[in-house]
């Protein structure tokens, strides 16, 4: 991509209404704009993050057997009349359509998910299932605040599993704990898993996870060796539970009996959550299967959700310096870019183009800054949107035709021949 053709709309100052690291640079990056309160629109380089993350946690699932669909926004509020859990209250946005019936934009899909499992789904051959989209969702939240990290409309990966039996629900639940510890990996992000109230939602039996941000909005407590368990991938979930982790007033000091400096005491924001849900919205709207030995019996459910808007915001929290953003290679929105030093430069100019086509035919996403500004704006740019490399071109270099390559975590530089630069990605 060109950047002389793209829309980057950087800002060196730090927007005011940005409280926290992950919404300032997010705004500074020209990732996102605010279009009302907690609603964004998704400029070019926070789309392309945006569906990386959305294309992880894909795989993920799928990896983990469960199948994609795609349930609509809006949904008939009689649906939410059936379930009987009654509604998001004030956090539900309703609308009235021309004939009178009344919907609501959907802030998450457990009912329509049973509608269309009682009328398509019969017995017990077609289980364990498990379905998932990727969907839009409206919460009139209180305090929309920290820019896409508590939204009103935000988008979740949310998967519903149906089962015979309690203990095979509690299997599906365990393999969507492991696969998100694996999506959490790809993405760069240490999550925490807690034991969790299900409020709105039902069940008995749920974990969130989180990751440390000092504005988190939940206090929390676990064991430091917690961390290592996480980090080394075991995936190992009966192991990782028996370790202490307890979010707000599920700590109790007295029942904590992890030695004061092993326990981690910090703020989190939760970027998963999962529940067991038993037959709570298959009992309410008769979502009946028949077993093998032909009796008619609800099925075991349990949901599972993952805020992939919210995770761009994470991951930044996660990775960044005094300079911007630093993308963990899987999400990065470009895998690298390309700076001609010296604008007007027909030398530099067509060794850049050079590199610029055969990366582009080697397949690598390579954002070329062919814009007329000064090498400071473009390299602090490049800095602050925080792709993995950059390679820049200039007269000096090219004299001995070569070019210098900038690691953006490290800050390490390479001086490199320039025949050699594509090999590199
Ligand atoms: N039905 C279940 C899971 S399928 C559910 O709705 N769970 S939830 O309420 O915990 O939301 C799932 C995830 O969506 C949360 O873990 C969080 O990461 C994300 N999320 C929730 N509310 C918001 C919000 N206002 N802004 C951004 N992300 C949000």
Redesign the pocket.
């Known amino acids: 991509m060109r950047l002389s053709q793209y829309l980057l709309p950087v800002l060196k100052e730090n927007p005011k209404e940005a409280e926290i690291t992950s919404h300032r640079l997010m705004l500074r990056a020209g990732m996102v704009r605010q279009v009302s309160s907690?609603i964004y629109s998704w400029l070019p380089l926070g789309l392309k993050v945006l569906r990386k993350i959305e294309r992880i946690v894909r795989e993920e699932m799928e990896l983990a057997g469960a199948v994609e669909l795609l349930m609509p926004t809006m949904q008939p509020a009689e649906l939410w009349k059936e379930s009987g859990r009654g509604d998001y209250g004030k956090e539900t946005l309703r609308a009235v359509d021309r004939h009178g019936r009344e919907l609501i934009y959907g802030?998450?899909?457990?009912e329509v998910i049973t509608d269309i499992f009682r009328k398509n789904v019969k017995s017990y051959k077609n289980l364990p299932l498990n379905l998932f989209h990727t969907q839009w969702?409206f919460?009139d939240?209180i305090r929309?605040r920290f820019g896409?990290?508590?939204?009103?409309e935000?988008?979740?990966?949310?998967?519903?599993s149906f089962d015979l039996d309690e203990a095979a629900a509690k299997a599906s639940y365990v393999r969507m704990f492991r696969a998100y510890l694996r999506i959490f990996k790809r993405l760069g992000v240490r999550a925490i898993p807690f034991s969790a109230d299900t409020?709105?939602?039902g069940g008995n039996l749920s974990h969130?996870?989180q990751i440390l941000a000092k504005t988190g909005e939940s206090a929390i407590y676990y064991d430091r060796a917690l961390e290592d368990a996480i980090d080394g991938g075991e995936g190992d979930v009966d192991r990782l539970r028996k370790f202490y982790a307890m979010a707000d007033e599920k700590h109790d000091p007295a029942n904590c009996n992890v030695p004061a400096d092993q326990l981690v005491s910090a703020r989190g924001?939760?970027?998963?959550?999962?529940?067991y849900l038993g037959t709570k919205y298959s009992d309410a709207m008769g979502a009946k299967i028949k077993t093998a030995e032909g009796k008619d019996i609800a099925a075991h459910m349990g949901?599972?959700?993952?805020?992939?808007?919210?995770?761009v915001g994470a991951v930044i929290e996660a990775s960044h310096d005094e300079k911007g953003i630093i993308w963990p290679e899987n999400v990065a929105p470009f895998a690298v870019g390309l700076v001609n030093i010296k604008a007007g430069d027909a030398e530099c100019r067509s060794a850049c183009e050079t590199i610029y086509a055969t990366l582009r035919q080697k397949g690598v996403d390579v954002l070329y800054d062919d814009r007329d500004e000064s090498a400071g704006t473009k390299l602090a740019s490049m800095e602050l949107i925080g792709l993995p490399a950059v390679i820049a071109i200039g007269p000096r270099g090219l004299k001995d035709g070569t070019a210098e390559v900038t690691f953006r975590d490290t800050g390490t530089k390479e001086t490199m021949k320039l025949h050699t630069v594509a090999n590199l990605f």
């Open positions: 907690g802030p998450t899909n457990e969702k919460r939240e929309p896409v990290m508590r939204g009103r935000f988008l979740m990966k949310d998967a519903y409020g709105l939602i969130e996870f924001i939760e970027v998963g959550h999962i529940f949901c599972y959700g993952i805020g992939v808007s919210r995770l």
